[in-house]
């Protein structure tokens, strides 16, 4: 919810007429001044058990949150939420390219306001079978801090009893660095046998965990973005149809705790190393097959049993993954990415980008770098 509140407060910067009231915490006493307060709109969060309360309100008023908790699909509001599938298909992608044979998924037991920890499972789960390949699903309670040490043990145990090296993805940050204590505990190293992949990328966290841990941005900001600029077009009148929009993730953020190639034939994995090193320049199979002394007929054939997919399209998703960076983090136009990237044109790399994310790179810039910018003091264009 902090990286919610940046991104409608960075509407709120570029909007330059808003005055932004954020109660202090989800104590009664603050829901009353909700309540009893005279606003012109309200951005709520419903997974929180208060926010069904506000639809009393008369005013426009926009939902976010992570899908679940206390939204229901037939509130007459616009609702702003995490594409949880999405989130969950980046990283099965992830684990998979780097080449590991082996899978778990770690979350939450069920509660109102933790579905999108079921969804997450079901969608990994699905994505890994897809691959022709099982995935073992552990979900345990929100654990106090009396009782952690019962759930460290239980965790090492589990990933003890598991096939090694292995792929996990954990519901967010928060479940990954229990992973993280548990593996330590167990005496598994991070990522040689167990590689971890998080959600949120709170930076503050993921940076400074032994080993940093690997990420996925799920867009939380530009659901803020996307709440405010909904609940501004109802404040000025316009129509704003109820319902769900899913945001999709950004992307995810590699670091130490995935940072190595699950793959036992050498010269395949010599193979994604180079690719990885160098696609972003004008290489082809020839190049990879001339780098890892194998003939191209011999390494098409090897790559595609191995990782299940072909050379070409390994230099393909990196380019992609390049260009997509550089559309959020930078300014440059798009002929710069283009070349910083690969692609020999803009036009091959707009039909790249928008057959990866649905969107032109125009499309997708607006869309994950407006959240992040800086304030300009201008009215955001709608």
Same mark, same amino acid.
């Given at each position: 919810?902090?990286?919610?509140?940046?991104?409608?407060?960075?509407?709120?910067?570029?909007?330059?007429?808003?005055?932004?009231?954020?109660?202090?915490?989800?104590?009664?006493?603050?829901?009353?001044?909700?309540?009893?307060?005279?606003?012109?709109?309200?951005?709520?969060?419903?997974?929180?058990?208060?926010?069904?309360?506000?639809?009393?309100?008369?005013?426009?008023?926009?939902?976010?949150?992570?899908?679940?908790?206390?939204?229901?699909?037939?509130?007459?509001?616009?609702?702003?939420?995490?594409?949880?599938?999405?989130?969950?298909?980046?990283?099965?992608?992830?684990?998979?390219?780097?080449?590991?044979?082996?899978?778990?998924?770690?979350?939450?037991?069920?509660?109102?306001?933790?579905?999108?920890?079921?969804?997450?499972?079901?969608?990994?789960?699905?994505?890994?079978?897809?691959?022709?390949?099982?995935?073992?699903?552990?979900?345990?309670?929100?654990?106090?801090?009396?009782?952690?040490?019962?759930?460290?043990?239980?965790?090492?145990?589990?990933?003890?009893?598991?096939?090694?090296?292995? !792929?996990?993805?954990?519901?967010? %940050? $928060?479940?990954?660095?229990?992973?993280?204590? =548990? /593996? &330590?505990?167990? #005496? +598994?190293?991070?990522?040689?046998?167990?590689?971890?992949?998080?959600?949120?990328?709170?930076?503050?966290?993921?940076?400074?965990?032994?080993?940093?841990?690997?990420?996925?941005?799920?867009?939380?900001?530009?659901?803020?973005?996307?709440?405010?600029?909904?609940?501004?077009?109802?404040?000025?009148?316009?129509?704003?149809?109820?319902?769900?929009?899913?945001?999709?993730?950004?992307?995810?953020?590699?670091?130490?705790?995935?940072?190595?190639?699950?793959? !036992?034939?050498?010269?395949?994995? %010599? $193979?994604?190393?180079?690719?990885?090193?160098? =696609? /972003? &320049?004008?290489? #082809? +199979?020839?190049?990879?097959?001339?780098?890892?002394?194998?003939?191209?007929?011999?390494?098409?054939?090897?790559?595609?049993?191995?990782?299940?997919?072909?050379?070409?399209?390994?230099?393909?998703?990196?380019?992609?993954?390049?260009?997509?960076?550089?559309?959020?983090?930078?300014?440059?136009?798009?002929?710069?990415?283009?070349?910083?990237?690969?692609?020999?044109?803009?036009?091959?790399?707009?039909?790249?980008?928008?057959?990866?994310?649905?969107?032109?790179?125009?499309?997708?810039?607006?869309?994950?770098?407006?959240?992040?910018?800086?304030?300009?003091?201008?009215?955001?264009?709608?």
């Amino acid at each position: 919810m902090r990286k919610v509140v940046s991104g409608v407060m960075a509407f709120a910067h570029q909007c330059g007429n808003w005055n932004v009231f954020l109660p202090e915490s989800n104590s009664g006493s603050s829901l009353d001044c909700m309540l009893a307060g005279r606003w012109d709109g309200v951005i709520v969060g419903f997974d929180d058990p208060h926010g069904p309360e506000l639809l009393g309100l008369s005013v426009p008023l926009v939902g976010v949150g992570g899908g679940y908790g206390w939204f229901r699909p037939d509130m007459e509001i616009p609702y702003v939420g995490t594409d949880n599938t999405a989130v969950s298909q980046l990283a099965a992608d992830h684990l998979l390219e780097r080449g590991f044979v082996h899978f778990a998924y770690c979350g939450y037991s069920p509660t109102p306001v933790n579905g999108c920890s079921r969804k997450r499972a079901d969608a990994f789960h699905d994505a890994i079978l897809r691959a022709g390949r099982s995935c073992a699903v552990h979900n345990v309670p929100n654990t106090a801090s009396d009782t952690w040490e019962s759930l460290r043990d239980a965790l090492a145990r589990w990933l003890l009893s598991l096939p090694r090296p292995l !792929g996990l993805m954990a519901c967010n %940050d $928060a479940r990954a660095l229990q992973i993280l204590e =548990a /593996c &330590r505990m167990a #005496g +598994l190293r991070v990522p040689e046998d167990v590689a971890v992949v998080g959600v949120d990328n709170e930076e503050a966290v993921c940076s400074f965990t032994d080993p940093p841990l690997t990420s996925i941005d799920q867009g939380s900001q530009q659901t803020g973005y996307e709440a405010a600029l909904l609940l501004d077009q109802w404040m000025d009148g316009e129509t704003v149809a109820p319902g769900k929009r899913s945001v999709s993730p950004v992307g995810i953020v590699v670091r130490g705790s995935t940072e190595i190639l699950a793959v !036992g034939d050498r010269d395949v994995a %010599d $193979a994604l190393r180079f690719i990885r090193e160098h =696609a /972003c &320049r004008p290489i #082809g +199979l020839d190049d990879v097959g001339s780098a890892t002394g194998m003939t191209s007929a011999t390494l098409r054939r090897r790559f595609k049993a191995v990782l299940g997919r072909t050379v070409h399209s390994e230099i393909q998703r990196i380019r992609i993954e390049r260009a997509k960076r550089l559309l959020v983090s930078s300014d440059w136009s798009f002929r710069q990415i283009a070349r910083e990237s690969g692609f020999c044109s803009v036009q091959h790399m707009s039909t790249r980008v928008r057959q990866a994310t649905g969107h032109t790179p125009r499309e997708y810039r607006q869309r994950y770098a407006a959240a992040t910018s800086q304030p300009t003091g201008e009215r955001p264009t709608r």
